[in-house]
């Protein structure tokens, strides 16, 4: 976990350093986006770089700041019907889960997709405003990718509730999932760590010839199945 951590603020910085020279000084959106991407990637690169080890606390605000740009820039996705980011925060509630980072952060980073996509469903249904912010490609550019006048064009109510439906279902799904899983191989994990423990003493008590001493052990100790 530590060096895919290492390596994706390597690539992160390296990646976003070299984009925001190629930023459209006209666009401070994508001026945003790079520079929170950057920031988080370098801070994570050094972070790890410096203390050679996860820092659960500072992992999980990066998490937040990785997760805002992930909607940024599906905000502009969405809008150019281009290929959607969002699905990325499944890569980093696995993340949360496998490093136990904490359930604090897990639960706000499923709060801010689901809510997102729940808005992105009710624009796509009634055009209330979400997609006509001015930082936002022009009419004229949607058009090059949809016909409709005030693009992209509103889909009708059942379709986007369907939508909506079908993905969050999907990604609470995966969720739970994973989240038994890393469970279950965590718990493993603690009784592997428990059985070496008892396995260390027992050998510490024979190596004196004290029976009594590695037989409390073997009976009292939690050990896994052979």
């Not at 984009?19 to 000084?25: G, K, M």
């Not at 993340?95 to 996509?117: D, E, K, N, P």
């Not at 004229?140 to 949809?146: A, G, I, L, N």
């Amino acid at each position: 976990g530590k060096k895919i951590l290492f390596y994706s603020g390597a690539v992160g910085s390296l990646m976003y350093g070299f984009s925001l020279s190629t930023v459209d000084p006209d666009s401070p959106l994508q001026l945003v986006q790079v520079t929170l991407g950057l920031v988080a990637s370098a801070a994570l690169f050094t972070q790890l770089l410096i203390t050679k080890a996860i820092v659960p606390s500072f992992v999980e605000a990066i998490m937040y700041i990785v997760g805002v740009v992930l909607l940024l820039y599906d905000y502009q996705a969405v809008v150019m019907n281009n290929t959607r980011y969002w699905v990325a925060f499944v890569i980093l509630i696995d993340v949360c889960l496998v490093l136990q980072i904490g359930s604090r952060s897990t639960r706000c980073l499923i709060a801010m997709v689901l809510t997102w996509l729940l808005l992105t469903s009710i624009e796509s249904a009634f055009r209330f405003g979400l997609y006509d912010f001015s930082p936002l490609p022009s009419y004229s550019e949607r058009r090059e990718v949809t016909d409709c006048p005030k693009p992209p064009c509103a889909s009708p109510v059942l379709s986007a509730v369907s939508n909506y439906g079908s993905v969050a279902s999907i990604f609470l799904l995966d969720f739970y999932f994973t989240r038994g899983f890393a469970h279950d191989l965590q718990k493993e994990h603690e009784k592997m760590n428990q059985a070496i423990d008892a396995a260390q003493h027992i050998a510490t008590s024979l190596s004196r010839f004290d029976l009594e001493a590695a037989e409390a052990i073997i009976s009292t100790a939690s050990l896994p199945p052979p």
